[in-house]
């Protein structure tokens, strides 16, 4: 069992940037691959990163690569999403995820472990 808690969620104007954390409690974080996913209203829960259990290897969305970043400190049971250059479509409520062994990390499914959410909202 793992306990995730995502934080630094906020209003921020297009072209800003927020840096989201996601804490884990419970077994050996360093054991599980994470992910981050969104939500927005009326529609489904997307991918959004994930990132390997040592950190070495990293995976976007096509509509956030390159301008956001996922890691991981496992000394400190942290996963982050440093999200630059938002833009209006980037709003939704982002929950990061956890699992021990994954085939296809963009798909919900995959992940036994959910956060509550934190609502990121991009204003105009």
């Known amino acids: 069992q793992v306990q995730l808690v995502e934080s630094g969620g906020g209003l921020v104007q297009a072209g800003g940037s927020l840096r989201l954390s996601c804490a884990a409690s419970?077994?050996?974080?360093?054991?599980?691959?994470m992910g981050w996913f969104r939500q927005a209203p009326g529609k489904e829960r997307e991918f959004v990163a994930a990132i390997t259990w040592s950190g070495r290897r990293t995976y976007y969305a096509d509509s956030v690569k390159g301008r956001f970043t996922i890691s991981r400190d496992n000394a400190k049971n942290t996963v982050y999403l440093q999200m630059n250059s938002l833009k209006p479509e980037d709003t939704a409520v982002y929950y990061c995820a956890a699992t021990g062994t994954v085939s296809d990390w963009r798909k919900v499914y995959e992940y036994d472990y959910w956060g509550q959410g934190t609502q990121v909202t991009v204003s105009s």
């Open positions: 419970g077994r050996t974080f360093s054991s599980y691959f």
